[in-house]
């Protein structure tokens, strides 16, 4: 089994900033694409950003400028950076790893179990 612990959610002022960290464990053999996606209140969740295990990443279109995905491969680890945050980012915050297991040939896709984040006006 794989498990995804997200941290570093909180209660931040408009323009603030946070970094959002969530670390992989468990019986990985391979992670292949880590991830962010954020639900808020009476709406789907949404993709935030993405990054391969080789460094690629893709954004939203509305934090292209203000977040930066990142990730330290020897800890399983995956990170956002939000700068420049406005109400409109308050959300659940979830983490998703694509995995390949020991026990499983086929990767599977593995998600937090989220972490709130609020920007006060």
């Known amino acids: 089994q794989v498990q995804l612990v997200e941290s570093g959610g909180g209660l931040v002022h408009t323009g603030g900033s946070l970094r959002l960290s969530c670390a992989a464990s468990g019986s990985i053999f391979t992670i292949y694409t880590m991830g962010w996606y954020r639900q808020a209140p009476g709406k789907q969740r949404e993709l935030v950003a993405h990054i391969t295990s080789g460094g690629s990443t893709n954004y939203a279109d509305s934090v292209k400028g203000r977040f930066t995905i990142s990730r330290d491969n020897a800890k399983n680890t995956v990170y956002l950076q939000m700068n420049s945050l406005t109400p409109e980012d308050t959300a659940v915050y979830y983490c998703?790893?694509?995995?390949?297991?020991?026990?499983?040939?086929?990767?599977?896709?593995?998600w937090g179990q989220g972490t709130q984040v609020t920007v006060s006006s």
């Open positions: 998703n790893a694509e995995v390949t297991t020991f026990q499983a040939i086929l990767p599977s896709n593995y």
